[in-house]
């Protein structure tokens, strides 16, 4: 595959466009070409200029997929100077940088995912469908004042649209993933959701967790650690989030009175 972008003229419109921006030629062509197996129109470059060159073009794409460790300039000044120059595509890092202080630094950030890249293609691929197709509804009954676009539970909106949170008219700084969690939850409210169930949300359907068979509990428990501290950011008094201990999680079905 040329490291080179498309003509995209002739491009059909229902393909979602993914940016693979990544320095090792090999790991870059090879996921390249599987993502376009599955029916992706990817755009493949060398090195964070050219991504953002390719941007600064007036081209566009619905994903970008960054490595973090490339020569001249690393993806988290790559993702810097996409911001500054309001490019606002949603990034996951695709990175061996696996220490929880990279992953915290590029969520900071903006990126919407941080994905350790010796993963198994079945999990990158859905967490970039998780990105792509975020505006889609999951599974599950929806819970009073869903709207097409947006599911409110009181002072809770989620704009389905953009996957955005809002906690009393105060937009809430998630991840994807995190704003996909709790919309799980919330559509749920009530119903105690099992830390599998998250898990296989996060990380797709079966996926073997490490650190022993129930290794995925301190993955999951983490995860919604950060999500309640995000929501504590703006309402100190933030209760909603429960824990049910040796199972999972509930979003409390009555919203807490003002």
């Not at 090195?47 to 993806?75: T, V």
């Amino acid at each position: 595959m040329n490291d080179m972008p498309p003509d995209t003229e002739d491009l059909p419109a229902a393909k979602a466009r993914v940016m693979v921006v990544d320095d090792e030629r090999l790991f870059r062509e090879t996921i390249s070409m599987t993502l376009a197996d599955e029916g992706f129109d990817v755009v493949s470059c060398d090195s964070g200029r050219m991504a953002l060159d390719y941007l600064a073009s007036g081209s566009d794409a619905e994903i970008m997929l960054l490595d973090w460790q490339m020569p001249e300039m690393d993806g988290l000044e790559v993702l810097r100077q996409l911001r500054e120059r309001n490019f606002l595509l949603p990034v996951i890092f695709l990175t061996a940088l696996g220490n929880q202080v990279f992953e915290e630094a590029a969520l900071s950030r903006g990126a919407v995912d941080f994905v350790d890249k010796t993963r198994s293609f079945a999990i990158i691929l859905h967490r970039i469908r998780l990105v792509v197709e975020g505006g889609k509804p999951l599974a599950g009954k929806p819970a009073a004042g869903q709207t097409p676009m947006q599911l409110v539970h009181g002072p809770l909106n989620l704009r389905l649209d953009t996957s955005r949170a809002f906690w009393q008219e105060v937009m809430v700084g998630l991840t994807l993933t995190e704003f996909n969690v709790v919309r799980l939850l919330v559509e749920r409210p009530g119903e105690d959701v099992s830390y599998r169930e998250i898990y296989d949300l996060v990380h797709g359907r079966g996926f073997i967790a490490g650190s022993g068979e129930m290794g995925y509990r301190a993955n999951v428990r983490a995860l919604v650690k950060r999500i309640r501290q995000k929501f504590k950011e703006i309402d100190p008094d933030f209760a909603e989030l429960e824990n049910y201990p040796g199972f999972g999680y509930r979003w409390l079905d009555a919203p807490r009175p003002d």
